[in-house]
Each structure stands twice: as C-alpha cells, then as structure tokens.
C-alpha cells in the first residue's frame, strides 16, 4: 500500500503571510494527490487535488505543487486569512486497489492576528 | 449542495455496549466509506463498498464491527461490544464511482466510550 508523510505537523504563520506543507508518498504509480481541510468540529473538506498530468494547479490563494521526480506535493496558501485556521490533510491512492486514499497524519495551521 | 448526512453527531455509550452509526451518501454516489479518525491523525479506513458489495474490510475489526449497506445507498456501522479504545470520530465518505479517487465527507459521529 502507499505510504504517505506529511511536515509540519503544526505550522503557525502571522496573517497575510504564506503557508506551506509538504507530503511524501511512496508509489511512482500514484496518479491523484488531494488536500482536505478539516476545521474544529467539521467535516473533513475537499479544496483543492492535482493528477500526475501537470505539475502545478491554483485556485485563488491556494495552490499545489506535484514533483513526481522526487514523489512529493506541496500545498501553498497565500495571504493567509483567520479563517484559514484548520487541520489539512493530504492523501494519495492506495495502490492496493480500488479506489483508496492513504491520509497524511495532518498539519494543524494557525493563523494569528 | 448535496452532502453526506451521518448520524447521531455525538453517542457516549458504556463498554460492553452496542452502538450504530448512520450514513446517507451523496445520491448517485455508488463508493461508500468508513474511516475512524483519532484526534491528531488522519483517517483510516475501516470499510469500503461499491454500491451493496464491500470491497474493502481489511482493516475492519470483525470480531465487534459490522457494516453493511444493503440496498446500496445508506449504511451502518455496528459496534458490538464497544471498547475503551473505540472511542474516536468515526467518518463516512461518498466517491461518484469506482474510478474515482473524489471523495466527499459526511459530518462524522463523535464516539466516546466510558
């Protein structure tokens, strides 16, 4: 199966500021790599996912960055915000089959005033 | 926007007890998961369907867990009997197909064991 490593486990930036988090896998064959934001109490949310195809993918302030060389990816927040304040996970497919994700063990990020 | 509905939200139950938790995915949605989150990790995967048949129990503890989803739409999760060590956010997700990796989480049940 995959196995995936995600850095920092907390991150705390001043707002305005960048943040980013870095995760690991193991399987070449890992096509799909998502990125989750979990807020206190909620669900886990789907926010931003890039595919093996292209390197890099934004959506307004956030952006993921894939380096199938060196089997890592990399979420960017730009202009952090409050809300932005939350546990981010990352996953790849679980090659053992089916349609299985592998989490990362989460980054909790705070923004601060 | 269509979501996963879970319930209870919240169930503290005594060990040696049963409970049940609850999940309506996505309509269409023919992939259902389980996962047990413990606080400060990320999910992991108890069970998998694809529409009534699992794909994936693996990691599920059949010696006190159940799932089935038997017309293909909602699904139960039995612990039977509950132990210390259960207590955890347990989370349902709802994936279009079985090609696909998009995966759509429902509000989890907050289980505490006393």
């Known amino acids: 199966g995959e196995n995936v490593e995600q850095h920092p486990s907390t991150l705390s930036v001043q707002e305005g500021d960048s943040a980013v988090i870095k995760c690991t896998y193991s399987?070449?064959?890992?096509?799909?790599f998502p990125w989750y934001k979990q807020e206190l109490g909620k669900r886990p949310q789907l926010i931003i996912d890039?595919?093996?195809?292209?390197g890099e993918k934004k959506d307004q302030r956030i952006a993921v960055t894939l380096n199938k060389t060196a089997k890592h990816f990399s979420l960017h927040i730009t202009e952090t915000q409050p809300e932005d304040s939350a546990v981010y996970f990352c996953?790849?497919?679980?090659?053992?089959?089916?349609?299985?994700?592998?989490f990362g063990t989460g980054t909790q990020l705070k923004v601060e005033l | 926007e269509a979501e996963v509905a879970q319930s209870p939200r919240y169930k503290i139950t005594e060990k040696s007890q049963a409970v049940a938790f609850w999940c309506d995915p996505i309509s269409g949605h023919a992939t259902l998961y389980w996962y047990r989150q413990i606080l400060g990790q990320g999910p992991e995967l108890l069970v998998q369907?694809?529409?009534?048949?699992?794909?994936?129990d693996s990691q599920l503890p059949k010696d006190r867990f159940s799932a089935e989803r038997l017309k293909g739409v909602d699904s139960t999760l039995k612990i039977q009997p509950a132990e210390l060590g259960d207590s955890a956010m347990y989370l349902c997700?709802?994936?279009?197909?079985?090609?696909?990796?998009?995966?759509?989480f429902g509000p989890g049940t907050r289980l505490t064991v006393t």
């Open positions: 997700a709802s994936s279009p197909g079985q090609f696909s990796y998009e995966q759509y």
């Open positions: 890039i595919r093996s195809n292209v």
């Open positions: 369907f694809q529409d009534e048949s699992v794909v994936d």
């Open positions: 399987d070449s064959a890992s096509n799909y």
């Open positions: 996953a790849a497919p679980n090659t053992g089959g089916g349609n299985k994700l592998t």
